[in-house]
């Protein structure tokens, strides 16, 4: 995945109201930019860090800045949770995420579930179908291994719910954890963050829904999910 237009570096004022995040730019001026992230960033919204925001040439945007990416612990961090989606499109069209291949088409955003919709519904030619969901995963508590989630998600446990209802109905059900920093070779579950989630994972896995976990090149020019990911989870 590509930025459309080369982004604009700053350093990083205050990250608040979950979606706003006060960044001065390196010309010395202050802009509010739309922090695209419903999670606690934590370990990624220290104030003075260096930050990175495209500049939309929407006339009807509020916000004309995104934050997209962050320096922390000496790597570049994608913090945009728009792109996980786009990004696992990618890596599964040129097959670089195990067991997930030889599929005949792809659709993204495909209602099923109760009032949901699946980040990716890949078929195969014989009408098989593979129900993906896609976490973005960007905390990093211990050198070189990713966690999730970093704050309570009962979306996630829902999610994680009606993926093993879709196996129960006799499809193939993957949940895709997409870490955007290059720093991590393996992921885990937070489980202290919310017990809740981990539990809802082990019974989706129980139940037969797949895991996959890949990696992320991030760049100031694009990010791209190329690293097989270790899932250590018991």
Not at 38 to 49: A, D, Q, R, T, Y
Not at 108 to 135: C, F, P
Not at 216 to 226: P, S
């Amino acid at each position: 995945m590509k930025f459309t237009a080369p982004l604009v570096g700053g350093r990083l004022e205050k990250r608040y109201k979950r979606f706003l995040a006060d960044v001065v730019l390196e010309d010395g001026s202050a802009v509010t930019a739309h922090c695209a992230n419903p999670g606690s960033m934590l370990g990624l919204k220290e104030p003075g860090s260096r930050v990175w925001l495209s500049l939309s040439d929407n006339p009807k945007r509020k916000l004309k800045y995104s934050w997209e990416v962050i320096e922390a612990d000496g790597a570049l961090v994608g913090i945009n949770t728009a792109h996980p989606n786009k990004l696992v499109e990618e890596a599964l069209e040129a097959g670089r995420i195990d067991g997930l291949s030889g599929f005949a088409s792809l659709r993204r955003e495909v209602k099923y579930g109760k009032n949901s919709r699946i980040d990716i519904l890949l078929e195969s030619d014989a009408g098989a179908k593979t129900y993906v969901e896609v976490k973005n995963v960007h905390l990093m508590r211990q050198p070189g291994l990713a966690e999730f989630p970093d704050s309570v998600t009962a979306r996630g446990a829902k999610h994680l719910g009606e993926l093993a209802d879709m196996v129960a109905d006799g499809h193939r059900a993957a949940m895709v954890f997409l870490v955007q920093r290059p720093d991590c070779d393996r992921l885990s579950l937070a489980g202290d963050i919310d017990p809740t989630y981990a539990a809802a994972f082990a019974a989706a896995r129980a139940a037969g829904v797949e895991t996959y976990a890949i990696g992320c090149d991030v760049r100031l020019d694009g990010i791209d999910a190329i690293r097989p990911v270790t899932l250590e989870i018991a």
